[in-house]
């Protein structure tokens, strides 16, 4: 694959905190618009603080970073919300308003982003909807749907403003092996039209089943599957 334009992350010598502590060090890599990376690791070793970086809920205090062109070091306060409509984010508990039908869900972010006018609300709605394959959906409640089915309104949610990136942290985390493969079906498809994806995740059969570069947090530092000192360490 070739990419022309700048990369939609970029990160030099970062380092990764939680209160004092340093989780990584040294970070240094870019995804590229369209590319599609998983981040792995053992439990504890840093991914979701990784993630927690990128999309500006833990601050960029050391190195150099920037996200859909918003630099992260320093980022205002009062730009997240501006960064946060460039990119999607999916967490594995699905983080639905459980007292809101589906629809209402999608209005609820919508509205928070900027959009006022009714008849495009109800078209985008239904947009992203058709593109997760729940487009009958729209009027249930969350707790009407299945597991999987709330993945999928979770996706059709962090699509809502076009990402140019979706963060995904353990998205299949909580699904049954065929359901989780619909999702990874789901992230392709959205992945072929343009989006790049980084994606968490602890399952190595899904990373077989849909190869792509790795990267791997270890003993405090990310490794990436596209460096040859990787594939020594790793086997891959
Ligand atoms: N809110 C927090 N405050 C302080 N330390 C935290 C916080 N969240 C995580 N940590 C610590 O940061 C380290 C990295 O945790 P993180 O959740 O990023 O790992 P992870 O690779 O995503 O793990 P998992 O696979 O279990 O989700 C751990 O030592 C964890 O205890």
């Known amino acids: 694959m070739s990419f022309s334009s700048t990369p939609v992350v970029s990160l030099r010598d970062v380092a990764?905190?939680?209160?004092?502590?340093t989780i990584l060090s040294n970070v240094s890599f870019d995804v590229e618009k369209g590319e599609f990376v998983y981040l792995v690791g053992r439990t504890g070793s840093g991914k979701s603080s990784l993630?927690?970086?990128l999309y500006a809920d833990l601050p960029l205090l050391a190195g150099h970073g920037s996200v859909a062109d918003f630099?992260?070091?320093k980022l205002p306060r009062k730009q997240v919300p501006y960064l946060r409509r460039k990119i999607g984010i999916i967490f594995q508990d699905f983080q639905l308003l459980f007292d809101r039908s589906v629809a209402e869900n999608l209005t609820f972010v919508l509205r928070a982003t900027g959009w006022k006018d009714k008849s495009k609300i109800k078209q985008r709605i239904s947009d992203v909807l058709m593109r997760v394959g729940l487009d009958a959906a729209a009027s249930r409640m969350p707790h009407q749907l299945s597991g999987g089915e709330q993945q999928r309104i979770?996706?059709?949610?962090?699509?809502?403003?076009e990402p140019v990136?979706?963060?995904a942290d353990e998205p299949t985390g909580n699904l049954d092996p065929m359901v989780?493969?619909?999702i990874m079906h789901l992230f392709s498809e959205i992945n072929n039209s343009g989006t790049a994806i980084l994606m968490a995740t602890h399952n190595y059969e899904i990373i077989n089943r849909y190869p792509k570069r790795v990267l791997k947090c270890l003993e405090g530092k990310v490794l990436d599957s596209q460096v040859q000192e990787f594939n020594l360490i790793n086997g891959f």
């Open 16 to 21: 990764v905190f939680q209160d004092v502590n």
């Open 51 to 53: 993630l927690k970086t």
């Open 71 to 73: 630099k992260l070091t």
């Open 154 to 161: 979770v996706i059709a949610r962090a699509l809502l403003n």
């Open 165 to 167: 990136i979706l963060f």
């Open 180 to 182: 989780a493969d619909g």
